[in-house]
């Protein structure tokens, strides 16, 4: 059997603290097959951008176990896990966490200078070519528009290839037309390079492009005739 892009095992993840704690993640378990797409999908406060930062190592559950590309992440310490994530793992969040001090071109080749690739400006500047921003790389943040942003957050998840690549309601800060064009070229990345799709979304037309999708409700998987990787 091959061994699953992701795979969760009684996952269990609270967060706050004293009387404010709140148990969020109850036993999820979960198979993500390698060049999946998975939609996760729910009510607001069911848990599902929670448990895609789980997968992305960037919440670390109470108990139960992650294993992202056959690693299990709890002996990594943190910087072992940044370089993981960095390696493996690329993440687009809904408000694009771009660094507003830098360019297009230097956002999208910070990951490749810290995972020490080979002329890693000339890469990114490919990138930003390929999600159709080659004449926007000198721009700042503040001079480019919502989609035009969140290309540039898109081109920065994929350029050191990442096996995963994890995104939360990418579409969530934009209009209709331009959240389309986003949801193109973000299946057409991952169809390109075989990577595993893990998003969060409400948008019932972008969780219908996706191979499966996993409704959680409460912190549990509602639908469990979902929890097997589509063949």
């Given at each position: 059997m091959p061994v699953p892009a992701i795979a969760l095992?009684?996952?269990?993840?609270?967060?706050?603290?004293?009387?404010?704690r709140v148990h969020i993640l109850k036993g999820i378990s979960l198979d993500i097959g390698k060049g999946e797409a998975v939609g996760l999908v729910g009510?607001?406060?069911?848990?599902?951008?929670?448990?895609?930062?789980?997968m992305a190592g960037l919440e670390r559950p109470d108990s139960g176990s992650v294993l992202v590309d056959g690693q299990d992440l709890a002996p990594l310490d943190e910087?072992?896990?940044a370089r993981f994530r960095g390696?493996?793992?690329?993440?687009?969040?809904?408000?694009?966490?771009?660094i507003p001090t830098?360019?297009?071109?230097?956002?999208?080749?910070?990951p490749l200078e810290l995972s020490g690739a080979?002329?890693?400006?000339?890469r990114a500047r490919a990138e930003l070519k390929l999600v159709g921003l080659a004449d926007r790389c000198d721009h700042y943040p503040?001079?480019?528009?919502?989609?035009?942003?969140?290309r540039v957050a898109l081109a920065r998840a994929v350029a050191t290839d990442p096996a995963i690549l994890v995104a939360d309601e990418p579409t969530g800060n934009l209009d209709e037309s331009t959240g389309q064009s986003i949801i193109d070229l973000m299946f057409k990345l991952k169809r390109e390079r075989g990577s595993t799709l893990v998003l969060v979304t409400h948008d019932a037309g972008l969780a219908a492009l996706c191979d499966r999708q996993v409704r959680l409700r409460s912190?549990?998987?509602?639908?469990?005739?979902?929890?097997e990787p589509a063949q």
């Open positions: 095992r009684d996952v269990h993840l609270s967060l706050g603290r004293g009387a404010a009510p607001s406060g069911s848990g599902k951008s929670t448990l895609l930062m789980t910087d072992a896990l390696a493996r793992i690329g993440i687009v969040f809904q408000s694009f966490h771009l830098m360019t297009a071109l230097e956002n999208v080749a910070i080979d002329d890693p400006f000339g503040a001079q480019l528009s919502g989609g035009e942003q969140q912190g549990v998987i509602d639908n469990p005739h979902a929890l």
